[in-house]
């Protein structure tokens, strides 16, 4: 039961942390600029490992990249909700520092070692922002509905 609440706390963890992103590309990047994001980026490195020598179009290379996202977010969750099963620090404690952990795990090291991207030690202010309010957004709602699933029962 406890994979299956923290999957669904954390997919829509990465729905809140989807809006967070929306939000900020809007106010902080010109309306033409298209960015590609890091699932995105992924999906097109696996594509590239596995010979495919043609570009994804924008449309299949965004949905992969949230297909990816969310199944990401879910795999994530699942794994907070076994971790703290019994235990479950204050959403607004547990969720950032939960999210700071990700965030350091995947731009620290795995998008670094897989190609995708420089680590977070090469980026200006603007992108470490970016990630880091959008993954602090990701961890709080994952941990407050995850609250809330417990609170209720389920």
Known sequence: MELAKGAVAGTIGVAGMAGAITTLRRALL????????HPEKVIERLFEAL?????LDVVTRRRLGD???FGYGALWGATYAVVTRGRRP?????????????????????????????????????????????HVTYGTVTALVLDALDRRGS
């Open 30 to 37: 010109p309306p033409d600029h298209l960015v590609k994001t």
């Open 51 to 55: 010979g495919r020598t043609d570009p």
């Open 67 to 69: 297909l990816i996202h």
């Open 90 to 134: 204050n959403p607004f404690v547990g969720g950032p520092l939960y999210a700071a952990l990700l965030w350091g795990t995947n731009f620290g090291g795995l998008m670094p070692l897989l190609g995708v991207q420089s680590g977070p030690w090469t980026w200006n202010g603007r992108e470490f922002a970016f990630t880091g309010v959008a």
